[in-house]
């Protein structure tokens, strides 16, 4: 199981927390995940791709890397 973080961008709101924690756990092989305002740490078998690519898949102004 990898350990991954992301660094997020354009997250503010308790709202916009649990749209990106949902996208990130909708991600095949994430185990669990843990964010705040500015990061995200995930745990799983899944690729720092596609994390990146389910979070700005929200097209909500909110950027992963």
């Known amino acids: 199981m990898s350990h991954i973080n992301l660094t ?3 997250v ?3 709202e916009d ?3 990106v924690t949902t996208a990130l756990m ?16 995930v745990e799983g078998r ?3 791709d596609a994390l990146i690519a389910a ?8 950027t992963a890397r």
């Open 8 to 10: 997020l961008s354009g």
């Open 12 to 14: 503010s709101t308790p």
């Open 17 to 19: 927390l649990n749209r």
């Open 26 to 41: 909708m991600v095949d092989g994430v185990e669990s995940v843990d964010i705040g305002r500015e990061w995200a740490e």
């Open 46 to 48: 899944v690729s720092r």
């Open 55 to 62: 979070v700005e898949a929200l097209k909500s102004g909110f």
